[in-house]
């Protein structure tokens, strides 16, 4: 519990830096709190972990809480103005903190022990990558819509002026989807090539995959319609959220289902 309660912490300096600063570029300030907020969510994972991987949904939401951080410092210092959806993005993490914290004593299991084979590994970092990249779509997504609906009632907020523009958003939000697409892609190769080394089956179907392959399905048509139509805006931005929703289903909604409803 003083480790949930300490991440959570590290996570307020990053939120109250990211309604109080604005500019083009991120400055030293900016690294150090989002440092600091990685290294109280990872920490708060590896300590649930103890060496194993274990299913459970707190655990789950630490892990996708840290994954989202890490890809979001790695994108941000890629990719203009992706580190301005930090307003946004934070205050989410915190509410998944907030609810990892409340569920933190849901049972769980441990699902794979410490000498996990190498598709397994690879399939686990891959999921993990993806979710973290298709959060960071959605709430590119989510600022598309937010900065669409100021635009057209022509009263903008404090929020919006520290989002990206609906250009820099609606570019981010596919590109981010694009590399999610592929990010998951490989997480099913292997998850296949996994489960036929262990069961001889190419894949045992299931609520997870069924969700996964839903998400997958409507990420490539969203950018199937995104190259041949130029579709943007605020019906990418839907069709990225129910792509969102999907994984978010897939991942930690079953295991909230398995191991808090069902418990």
Do not use: C
Request: no cysteine.
């Amino acid at each position: 519990m003083i480790l949930n309660l300490s991440a959570l912490a590290a996570l307020v300096p990053a939120i109250l830096l990211a309604y109080r600063r604005g500019g083009e570029h991120p400055d030293p300030l900016f690294w150090a709190a989002a440092a600091v907020a990685i290294a109280g969510a990872v920490t708060a994972s590896v300590d649930r972990l103890q060496g194993t991987w274990q299913s459970g949904f707190a655990t789950s939401l630490w892990i996708s809480i840290a994954a989202t951080l890490i890809v979001f410092a790695i994108v941000a210092a890629v990719l203009r103005q992706a580190w301005r959806l930090a307003p946004l993005l934070l205050p989410y993490l915190l509410l998944l903190g907030v609810l990892a914290t409340a569920w933190s004593k849901a049972p769980g299991h441990v699902a794979v022990g410490a000498a996990a084979n190498g598709w397994l590994a690879a399939h686990i970092f891959a999921s993990v990558a993806t979710y973290g990249l298709a959060s960071l779509a959605a709430v590119a997504g989510a600022a598309v819509l937010l900065q669409e609906r100021a635009m057209k009632r022509k009263q903008p907020t404090g929020l919006t002026h520290k989002l990206p523009s609906v250009s820099d958003a609606s570019a981010l939000q596919v590109r981010l989807l694009g590399a999610a697409a592929i990010v998951l892609a490989v997480g099913i190769l292997t998850g296949v090539a996994e489960e036929y080394l262990n069961t001889g089956r190419l894949l045992a179907f299931n609520h997870k995959v069924l969700l996964t392959f839903l998400a997958l399905a409507v990420i490539v048509v969203l950018l199937v319609l995104h190259r041949r139509t130029g579709l943007r805006g605020q019906r990418a931005a839907r069709l990225i959220l129910l792509a969102y929703l999907l994984l978010t289903l897939a991942y930690p909604g079953v295991k909230f289902v398995t191991d808090v409803l069902l418990a």
